[in-house]
């Protein structure tokens, strides 16, 4: 499940996926979804927990940089919790490396846009 979730918010960007298109992704019903991970938020954190959790043990796919990447842009700002767990991510997922965030970044937007 959170595997999915991680290609949606990903792909889309954490505010393009509404809460409605999460439930329909993942097969889940709005109470199921509210229990499991509180909110949308909860969800994508719960996600890039996942995300470093593989990369710890050398999974580290398109999709997860993707979130990475959406998780700096869109929640890293406005959360400390997630900046804190995507500055994480990025030593795990890029080696730490900002080229290799930028150019998966240009990456990404260019996918984005074909």
Known sequence: ML???????GQRGF?????DV???ALKLNRASFYKLYG??????RAALEQVCDRARAGDVDQ???????AALLEL????DDIRKLAG??????????????????LSRANRTTE
């Open 3 to 9: 595997r999915r979730a991680t290609a949606l918010l």
């Open 15 to 19: 505010d393009a996926v509404s809460v």
């Open 22 to 24: 999460v439930l329909g």
């Open 39 to 44: 909110s949308k938020y909860g969800l994508a």
């Open 63 to 69: 999709d997860s940089m993707d979130l990475v990447v």
């Open 76 to 79: 890293a700002p406005v959360s």
């Open 88 to 105: 994480q991510a990025v030593d795990l997922c890029f080696a730490g490396d900002p080229r290799r965030v930028g150019q998966h970044l």
